[in-house]
Every structure is written in C-alpha cells, then in structure tokens.
T-cell receptor
Framework: DTEVTQTPKHLVMGMTNKKSLKCEQH?????MYWYKQKAKKPPELMFV???????INESVPSRFSPECPNSSLLNLHLHALQPEDSALYLC????????????FGPGTRLTVL | AQRVTQPEKLLSVFKGAPVELKCNYS??????LFWYVQYSRQRLQLLLR??SRESIKGFTADLNKGETSFHLKKPFAQEEDSAMYYC??????????FGQGTELSVKP
C-alpha cells in the first residue's frame, strides 16, 4: 500500500457538532501532517506528528484537536467549528520529519454550516 | 522571512509551446525546493525536488541560488499538463511553505 487515505471524502457539520477526520498510511512513515487548504489557495500546515508525538502546532485554534493513536493513523477531532473553517483538509506523511518527501492524501472537504 | 512567490496566477499556452512557471524564494538557510502538481480532482503529488535533479514528464527545474529561483520548465507543453502547480520550500522542522500556485492551461 503506497498511498495516504483519508475518510470521509466530504463532511458537512453544524457549529455545535463534534466530528473527526481520519488519515491512514501503511508505508511505514513516522511523520504525519495536517494541512488546511482553502479554495484557490495553497495548503497551510496545521500540525506535525513525529513518532506519534506532536512536534509542531502552527498556533491552530483548540477547536481542532489532533491525535496520533499509532504510527499508521492520524485523526483530527473537530468541535465547535466556525463557517470560516470550511476547507479541504489534507493529510500527508513522510519517512521521517524534516528530510523526506511528503506524500499527500486526497483530502476531506469540510463544510461548516 | 520565509516566503515562496509564484508571480503568475494563470499561465495559458498552446500545445507544443514552451512553458516556464516561475518560482522565487526567500530563506536564510540552505533551501530545499519542490514542485507539486494538482490535476483536476486528484491529490497533490510531487513532481520534482531540486535535490534529485531529474526530469519528470518532460519537466525540469534548476535551483539558482544567486537569483533565489526554482523555475519549472518544459520545452513542449501537452494538454495533459493542464493543472495547478505549486512551488514549495521546506524549512526547519520539515514544514512546507507553498507559493500561491500557478494554474497552467494548455490549449489544443
């Protein structure tokens, strides 16, 4: 398996809902990343996990809560989001943090009503 | 400051014409630069990295430290090259900083 997979593909949620995005890779990569991409804009880094530990948090609001339960899985828990949080959320992974090519998943398109 | 600039939002060429997508960067350290491509309804994928100095799908890019540039070139554009192209700079910690992207449209 040489891909990063993300579920769900699409998600619509209200501002009071709690939902989670899931990312999975079976390439043995030990670094995983969350990016946010607004329409017609480049991806912006949110979080980096290295060996299942949070390594970088780009001052992301606490309504986004990442979790890395094991080396293959990365979750992003969402709570009390705002409409401006609507975007494509991309997951990526690399062999290790800092020195290797990042491979991206297809993304989850999130709409907050 | 760490910054990647892609001056053209949209580049439109005819099939068979040469293509150059511009990328300039600002970084005080030793730069690691990449070109990523996003075809319609597909995931972001790596096209080139400056370290490997290879040609992928006929595209090449040379790092010019003097001009702080990493322009992407192809001598003869094909219709299937139409996509969004992002230049990216990897900085400390592995963070990728992307340019604003250039949409390449290759007309028949």
């Amino acid at each position: 398996d040489t891909e990063v997979t993300q579920t769900p593909k699409h998600l619509v949620m209200g501002m009071t809902n709690k939902k989670s995005l899931k990312c999975e890779q079976h390439m043995g990569h030990r670094a995983m990343y969350w990016y946010k991409q607004k329409a017609k804009k480049p991806p912006e880094l949110m979080f980096v996990y290295s060996y299942e530990k949070l390594s970088i948090n780009e001052s992301v609001p606490s309504r986004f809560s990442p979790e890395c339960p094991n080396s293959s899985l990365l979750n992003l828990h969402l709570h009390a989001l705002q409409p401006e949080d609507s975007a494509l959320y991309l997951c990526a992974s690399s062999q290790v943090q800092g020195t290797d090519t990042q491979y991206f998943g297809p993304g989850t398109r999130l709409t907050v009503l | 400051a760490q910054r990647v600039t892609q001056p053209e939002k949209l580049l439109s060429v005819f099939k068979g014409a040469p293509v150059e997508l511009k990328c300039n960067y600002s970084y005080s350290g030793s730069p690691e630069l990449f070109w990523y491509v996003q075809y319609s309804r597909q995931r972001l994928q790596l096209l080139l990295r400056h370290i490997s100095r290879e040609s992928i799908k006929g595209f090449t890019a040379d790092l010019n430290k003097g001009e702080t540039s990493f322009h992407l070139k192809k001598p003869f554009a094909q219709e299937e090259d139409s996509a969004m192209y992002y230049c990216a700079l990897r900085v400390q910690g592995g963070k990728l900083i992307f340019g604003q992207g250039t949409e390449l449209s290759v007309k028949p």
